[in-house]
């Protein structure tokens, strides 16, 4: 068992143990799916705008996948206020011939310090649950237009 720190462009971080995990092949568009229909259904107000496009099916930790994607999603639309929309596209990146897959969840909410101060704690969570899977998590805030969330997977 190995332990590392991740540190997100925040300054945030998680010192993390890997543990040897089952992996099973899980489609990220039927996770990211049911996260946003869950999410939904908790927040009646929510004016969300969502696109998402073809996702890919991994190999990976079904538990833990499940989680982050679950954890994240709520995250990013804990921040929709019931009077303005709340705009996520999310899209996949490489992921063939070897490449590294990437997850972006493109939003319109502001992740600048006060946002990160708030929301340490789930963001730790989520940096804890992408190093078990081998994954990076970074949180880049766009100037004027909101932030994008990557998750990028290692080729297996």
């Known amino acids: 068992?190995?332990?590392?720190?991740?540190?997100?462009?925040?300054?945030?971080?998680?010192?993390?143990k890997q543990e040897p995990a089952s992996?099973?092949?899980v489609s990220l568009y039927e996770i990211v799916r049911?996260?946003?229909?869950?999410?939904?259904s908790?927040?009646?107000?929510?004016?969300?705008?969502f696109r998402?496009?073809?996702?890919?099916?991994?190999?990976?930790?079904?538990?833990?996948?499940?989680?982050?994607?679950?954890?994240?999603?709520?995250l990013?639309?804990?921040?929709?206020?019931?009077?303005s929309r709340l705009f996520l596209y999310i899209n996949s990146i490489g992921g063939a011939d070897q490449e590294p897959?990437?997850?972006?969840?493109?939003?319109?909410?502001k992740a600048g310090p006060e946002w990160c101060e708030h929301n340490g704690p789930a963001i730790q969570t989520c940096l804890q649950l992408a190093s078990d899977?081998?994954?990076?998590?970074?949180?880049?805030?766009?100037?004027?237009?909101?932030?994008?969330?990557s998750l990028s997977f290692p080729v297996k």
């Open 34 to 40: 049911e996260a946003i229909q869950q999410a939904q």
């Open 52 to 74: 998402c496009e073809a996702l890919p099916s991994i190999s990976c930790n079904a538990m833990l996948i499940k989680d982050l994607l679950h954890r994240l999603i709520d």
């Open 1 to 16: 068992m190995s332990s590392r720190t991740l540190v997100s462009r925040k300054g945030l971080s998680a010192t993390v």
């Open 133 to 149: 899977l081998e994954a990076g998590l970074l949180v880049n805030e766009i100037k004027n237009t909101g932030c994008i969330f």
């Open 101 to 109: 897959l990437t997850l972006e969840f493109h939003t319109n909410i």
């Open 76 to 83: 990013i639309l804990a921040e929709g206020q019931a009077d």
């Open 42 to 49: 908790n927040r009646k107000d929510l004016m969300l705008v």
């Open 23 to 25: 992996d099973n092949t």
